[in-house]
C-alpha cells in the first residue's frame, strides 16, 4: 500500500494531462475534455467547440489523503 498526498497526485494528473495533450497533438488527433460542466472536442490546432452539456456535474474532493491499492503484487 503506497500513501500519496493530494498534492503529489495532482502533480502527477497534470503531468499525465499535459503529455496525453501533446502526444494527440502530434498524432493530429482531436481530444475531448470537461470543463464547466460541458464537454468540449479541442483540435489539434488548438480550436475549442463545445460537443454538449456533460452528463454528470464537476466534483471537487475534501479528502486530503488517499491510499492507492495495488492489486498487481509480485509473490
Known sequence: MVDIKVKDLKIAQKKAGKKALNSNKRAGLKTYVVKNDNVIEIDPDG??????K???KTVTSLKRKFV???DNKKD
Request: glycine fraction near 0%; aromatic fraction near 8%.
Open 68 to 70: 492507492l491499492k495495488n
Open 54 to 56: 456533460a452528463e454528470f
Open 47 to 52: 480550436k475549442e467547440k463545445v460537443i454538449k
